[in-house]
């Protein structure tokens, strides 16, 4: 089972049920059987924050992620703590569903390239 702890910070109405099912479907979609996800959407100037302490941009964004553990190997009875991926719904609009899959895909160790938009196009249309 995928825990999907989530926040809504962004003073935005956001489906939440929605993006906890295409969460799961990603991350299951790509092998993870279990672990646990923390998902915050937030406002601009959060998102801004984070990109400029993380990345060295001082520019809000549409999404961010920030991977613990991954696919890699656990010991037996470790839960798997996959990470937290941060969405700016002020940044992405009702388009918040790209940017999640993008961001998610990072969290499993997917890099920018052609392999990363494939594996984006099969969740996304």
């Known amino acids: 089972m995928i825990w ?13 049920p929605a993006a906890v099912e295409l969460a799961r479907l990603v991350l299951e979609g790509e092998g993870v ?3 646990e996800l923390g998902l915050a959407f937030v406002g601009p100037d959060e998102s801004r924050a984070l990109k400029r302490e993380h990345l060295g941009v001082d520019e809000a964004t549409d999404a961010l992620a920030f991977p613990i553990d991954g696919l890699s190997t ?7 703590q996959l990470g937290d991926v941060v969405v700016c719904p002020d940044v992405v609009g009702q388009e ?9 895909l990072h969290l499993v160790g997917y890099d920018h390239g052609p392999e990363m938009e494939a594996r984006e196009a099969v969740y996304t249309g």
């Open 4 to 16: 999907v702890d989530v926040v809504n910070r962004s003073g935005r109405e956001v489906d939440e």
């Open 74 to 80: 656990l010991p037996d009875g470790v839960p798997r």
């Open 96 to 104: 918040w569903r790209r940017p999640l899959v993008h961001a998610l």
């Open 33 to 35: 059987g279990s672990g």
